[in-house]
């Protein structure tokens, strides 16, 4: 019998996958699984001109704001492949802004943005900044951006 009982008992190799061994098999597969995900998500998150429209409208709230709190005079100033804030010394001399919120922004690659004024545009400390009308445009895809001297608006071109 003792030939039997030999035998019969597996070693562990035999008996198939340990924990240990699933639990490394689900980490790679859901490592994989994150990075599958996170390549598809930069595809969809591509900048659209709604996207960029927003984001210039929040931030020209922002300065417009961030003028009227300070008591400081800031610029909205344009080159060809973006827009940034500058700060307005008292001897006229703009300083470009620097810090992540109000920083110098390039616009992606295709998307062009003109003014119905020409830049700067100074946002006043007494709130009265002058009025001004951009559009950014991608292809057939265009998105105004309205600021009325206090309060910035954002919407496709045709809707207002």
Known sequence: MRGADIAMRRRPSDEGMTLIEMMIVLAIIGVMAGAVALGMG??????????????????????????????????????????????VSADGKAVPRTDDAFGFHKLPGGMVMTLNVKPPVVLGVDGAGKPMQAVIESGQRRWTVVYDGMTVRAFPVGAS
């Open 42 to 87: 930069s595809v969809t998150r591509a900048p659209s001109v709604e996207t960029e429209a927003r984001r210039l409208a929040t931030r020209l709230q922002a300065a417009a704001d961030d003028a009227m709190l300070a008591d400081r005079t800031i610029a909205f100033t344009v080159q060809k492949n973006g827009y940034g804030f500058a700060v």
